[in-house]
């Protein structure tokens, strides 16, 4: 099976999520980095460096074996069965990895929406509404959801999936300080989300990707 996975050249948890995968499970890919007039071409034309269609004109998409699928979640899953780190036989345990995967979407829309007031007093405004009601609230679920979760650190049952990649990933963007409003220590009272944090830092295929792809830890 020939994969190319097509994103920014950026460590987004749209993307991160299963390029980490990918490369957790062992399975080569091309993680083609669009760049410059590839990324006019597609906002003009909607065609991918490949000269395939990006369905809806936004990245991520991967392609496999010349057939095209767009759409972080869809992506994730595929490439997560093949890895290992999104169940084939439990149902179920799926929904529940889905559920995570859903929830980072929802928080990456409440950034996108905090960030389109382009008056300054208004962005402040909606970035303040962000980091001390939307994110903690969401911080809490989430929280409340790795609390519940009996068999070890990650969202679902006792190994590393999908869900925890996505949710560390998209954390690490929330609290890098990129995001004026956002403080860096907005995760302070979340123990569990720390930890899950650290569990997947500490996890060798990770630490290795991340040294290997951007030479450093991030
Ligand atoms: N619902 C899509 C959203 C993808 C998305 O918003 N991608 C952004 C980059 S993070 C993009 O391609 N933006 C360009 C555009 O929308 O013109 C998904 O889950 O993949």
């Known amino acids: ?5 097509y994103y920014f050249k950026i460590p987004f948890w749209r ?3 299963t390029r980490l995968a990918l490369f957790i499970g062992g399975i080569p890919f091309n993680d083609y980095r669009v ?20 369905p809806f004109k936004q990245l991520p998409v991967l392609d496999v074996d010349g057939k095209i699928v767009a759409q972080t979640g869809a992506i994730a899953r595929f490439c997560g069965k093949l890895a290992g780190l999104y169940p084939k036989n439990n149902d179920f345990e799926a929904a529940q990895i889905d559920q ?3 929830t980072a979407q929802d928080i990456n829309y409440l950034v996108t929406l905090s960030s389109r007031d382009k008056e300054k007093e208004r962005l402040e405004l909606a970035r303040k509404i962000l980091a ?16 519940k979760n009996n068999e070890s650190n990650f969202f679902v049952g006792k190994k590393i999936s999908i869900a925890d990649l996505a949710i560390w990933r998209l954390l690490g963007w929330l609290t890098s300080g990129l995001l004026d409003g956002v403080p860096t220590d907005i995760l302070e009272p979340y ?6 944090r650290e569990e997947v830092y500490n996890h060798p295929k990770v630490h290795e990707w991340m040294i290997k792809t951007y030479g450093k830890v991030i």
């Open 1 to 5: 099976m020939q994969i190319t996975l």
């Open 100 to 102: 995570i995967i859903d």
């Open 15 to 17: 993307a991160e999520v």
């Open 191 to 196: 123990e569990r989300l720390k930890k899950l």
């Open 132 to 147: 001390t009601k939307h994110l903690p609230k969401w911080f809490q679920f989430l929280d409340n959801l790795l609390e």
């Open 35 to 54: 760049e410059g007039k590839e990324i006019d071409d597609l906002k003009a034309t909607g065609l991918l460096p490949n000269k395939k269609i990006a």
